[in-house]
């Protein structure tokens, strides 16, 4: 029997892009919702490439098992972060490369969402690793360490060479470095 993993339904909600594109202080145009649609029509064309791939490598690095056979993404245009896990949410980028890493990043923290007391666990062995890092350092060191094993895994090192370079601008950047520069050593943690 084949297994199957959940399939993302992206979708277009207008008073959830206009509070966003408001949250922004941007003005919200009556050919937004437009551009949305056609712009979800060509995402769930380039994500359906990759979909099963990208679910199956979750579960395997993380050993946690999809809990939905369908996961709605929202599509926005206007938002202060590339993306949000819950309620899901990405943001249109000009490049989909770009968007499609944001939804994997995202697709980390729910899939860890599943099992917290094995995260608490990881969270002291980062703590004793790095004293100095806060919370949310700790946790996104966790995430973008199993983004990169996706992300090299699914699209290649071309791929992974672009997000690393457009992550440089980005405020994850210091998190990016301690996944590169310590990756190997990263790996014990992750092991169980």
Known sequence: MLKTYPKIKFVYSHPYDQLLTEYENKKFSKSQERELRHYIE????????????????????????????????????????????????????????????????????????????????????????????????LLHIYIIFIEFKVLKKVFGHDFVDKIIEQKQKTGLWRVWRVVLKEGKNLEKFFKN
Request: a positive charge.
């Open 42 to 137: 060509n995402l769930q064309l380039k994500w359906r490439r990759v979909e099963n791939l990208v679910f199956r490598e979750l579960e395997t690095i993380t050993k946690n098992r999809w809990e939905e056979k369908e996961i709605k993404c929202y599509v926005v245009k206007y938002c202060k972060y590339s993306g949000i896990s819950h309620p899901l949410t990405v943001r249109s980028e000009n490049d989909f490369d770009y968007t499609i890493e944001a939804l994997i990043h995202e697709l980390c923290h729910i899939i860890l969402s599943y099992n917290i007391r094995k995260y608490k666990k990881i969270e002291q062995q980062l703590r004793k690793q790095f004293p100095k890092e806060d919370k949310g350092t």
